[in-house]
């Protein structure tokens, strides 16, 4: 089994890659595959709803001059997701945010697939905004109908500069409970194939026909 950590900031080790990388350890120490992508360094463009994607049903976001394509294989493939973003205004960071868009906007163009995977939200935070990041982050994984692993608080670790997040003792342990239950989860989806529900055809109204 394999999981795909995305990291929404430009800092390769900075807070947001310290909170994958205790995250990431837990998994592995269970046997499960671990990878850091990195997204927030790279120049990613904004969604133009050009609808290619669901036009040409080949997979791919018409931008192919970024890294937006190839990661997008690496989450097809992978059994577990983790979106992470440091927080930027009370929000996602924009690269981010552009990143985002683009990639779950052409799964689910080309048939849901990231549908049951099981996907988990990641915030690093300097004060204010982790939970209004970390809820804008859900609402990716929660409308791809993926499988939600908890911890026992919200899924954020505070810091300034890097390397701050390792004196937060409590978003520490918020992340390796949350590397726990990950795993757990990702265990019993995989006992767990063959009875997993089919997906309904998509209902689509716009509330005015
Ligand atoms: C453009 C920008 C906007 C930021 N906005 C906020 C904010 O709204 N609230 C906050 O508490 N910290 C804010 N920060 C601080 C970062 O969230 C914090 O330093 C975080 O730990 C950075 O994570 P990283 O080391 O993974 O990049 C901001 C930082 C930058 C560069």
């Known amino acids: 089994m394999k999981v795909i950590a995305l990291n929404g900031s430009p800092h390769r080790n900075g807070n947001t890659a310290y909170a994958l990388n205790v995250v990431g350890k837990i998994l592995q120490n269970e046997g499960i595959d671990f990878e850091i992508v990195e997204i927030g360094g790279h120049p990613v463009r904004g969604c133009i709803a050009c609808n290619q994607c669901a036009e040409n049903e080949n997979g791919k976001c018409a931008f192919t001059n970024d890294i937006l394509n190839d990661t997008l294989l690496k989450m097809k493939e992978a059994d577990g997701i983790i979106i992470a973003s440091p927080v930027y205004y009370s929000g996602i960071a924009g690269t981010m945010k552009c ?12 048939g849901g697939w990231f549908r049951h995977k099981v996907g ?37 670790i505070h810091g300034l500069e890097p390397g701050d997040a390792a004196q937060d003792a409590e978003g520490v342990q918020i992340m390796q409970v949350l590397g726990k239950n990950m795993a757990w ?4 989806r995989e006992q767990t194939k063959g009875i997993e529900p089919k997906a309904d055809e998509k209902v689509f109204t716009n509330f005015i026909r």
């Open 99 to 110: 990143f985002l868009d683009r990639a779950f906007y052409v799964a689910s163009a080309n």
């Open 120 to 156: 988990a939200s990641v915030v690093a935070v300097r004060r204010t905004g982790g939970s209004l990041t970390f809820n804008a982050l859900n609402q990716y994984l929660s409308i791809s109908e993926m499988l939600v692993p908890t911890s026992n608080y919200w899924n954020v």
């Open 185 to 188: 989860m990702l265990k019993m």
